[in-house]
């Protein structure tokens, strides 16, 4: 089992940045791919960025040139740097791991409001 905490969510204008961490517990030697993704009210939950074991990247087309994910030296800890931040970008965002046996993990989100 994988535990998945988010912070550094919060309240920021447009234009602002803002760097959201998760943090995993638990069967950490397992996890594989660890992303972020995001919901805004009533839309689905959409993929925002990824990043595997070796550190390929992948991103959603609306924040490309943004946002930048990256994973610490130890590798249980996932960042989203999120710059030039807009109103768009309200969401709640989620934290997900993929294991090597493809089970996956989500956290319980942290919210980003983006308003003057």
């Known amino acids: 089992q994988v535990q998945l905490v988010e912070s550094g969510g919060g309240l920021v204008q447009p234009g602002g940045s803002l760097r959201l961490s998760c943090v995993a517990s638990?069967?950490?030697?397992?996890?594989?791919?660890m992303g972020w993704y995001r919901q805004a009210p009533g839309k689905q939950r959409e993929l925002v960025a990824q990043?595997?074991?070796?550190?390929?990247?992948n991103y959603a087309d609306s924040v490309k040139g943004r946002f930048t994910i990256s994973r610490g030296v130890a590798r249980s800890t996932v960042y989203l740097q999120m710059n030039s931040l807009e109103p768009e970008d309200t969401a709640v965002y989620y934290c997900?791991?993929?294991?090597?046996?493809?089970?996956?993990?989500w956290g319980q989100g942290t919210q980003v409001t983006v308003s003057s």
């Open positions: 997900n791991a993929l294991s090597i046996r493809y089970f996956e993990y």
């Open positions: 638990g069967s950490i030697f397992s996890l594989n791919r």
């Open positions: 990043i595997s074991s070796v550190g390929s990247t």
